[in-house]
């Protein structure tokens, strides 16, 4: 028998995780998902009253992060069945823990801060961990975050193919602030409390990548240029 009670609203189904991954996605398609920061604040104050004892709340933040937690797990795994597993272990953490959580501390830093320790508890334990690679939504999302839009679809995968490559390359802490930052919408101060370490060290390390990145396709101006001339 456990020693906790989930609340009945606790929905650790598969299923539901992509359909609040569909529907995020409709959203933004549609431009009705709210910016990054609203969408925190909204979940932050939906935490606060499930800490405070409000069992009805958890729906509402169960739906708002578990696609960031989806999103944040699949660019570092290739295994939906273990992201699937690692969001329900990080949303029942969220739950045996609420009683301690601050008011007004933020979420989404401390949610995925125990996703990755959990990812990277699965990988020492034996189960080899497999890189996700990258399918057309997160290759856009690379070409937004670079400021490097382009309206030719084939530019647009050589380019993005070519960021993926370059960001593989980089050292392991570059490429994490780079991704919290410009994929995962997290800002300096939320990736710094979830790395910890300092926001001058976070923005020093993104600025980097950035500028790696960036780098990588100044080879591509010329070839796409001449294209264009013919």
């Not at 272990?89 to 739950?95: D, G, K, S």
């Not at 856009?140 to 530019?155: C, H, I, K, R």
Request: hydrophobic residues 45%.
């Amino acid at each position: 028998m456990p020693a906790f009670a989930l609340p009945p609203s606790l929905p650790f189904v598969a299923s539901r995780e992509c359909e609040l991954v569909r529907g995020r996605k409709a959203r933004v398609a549609s431009g009705e998902e709210a910016k990054p920061f609203e969408e925190s604040a909204l979940l932050d104050r939906a935490m606060d009253r499930y800490a405070a004892g409000d069992d009805a709340a958890f729906g509402e933040v169960y739906d708002r992060l578990v696609p960031r937690l989806h999103g944040f797990l699949l660019r570092r795994t290739s295994d939906r069945a273990r992201v699937e597993d690692v969001i329900q272990q990080t949303m029942l953490q969220i739950h045996r823990a609420r009683g301690r959580f601050v008011p007004g501390a933020r979420v989404v830093p401390w949610a995925f801060a125990i996703a990755r320790r959990l990812l990277v508890d699965q990988h020492r334990r034996g189960d080899r961990e497999i890189i996700a690679k990258s399918d057309d939504d997160s290759r856009e999302e690379l070409l937004v975050a670079l400021d490097t839009p382009s309206d030719d679809v084939v530019a647009a995968k050589e380019i993005a193919a070519r960021v993926e490559e370059e960001l593989a390359r980089l050292p392991e802490n570059q490429r994490t602030a780079f991704e919290l930052i410009k994929r995962d919408g997290l800002s300096v101060a939320e990736a710094a409390e979830m790395l910890g370490t300092t926001v001058s060290a976070v923005k020093l390390r993104a600025h980097r990548a950035y500028e790696a990145l960036r780098s990588a396709l100044a080879d591509l101006a010329p070839e796409r240029a001449a294209k264009g001339d013919r």
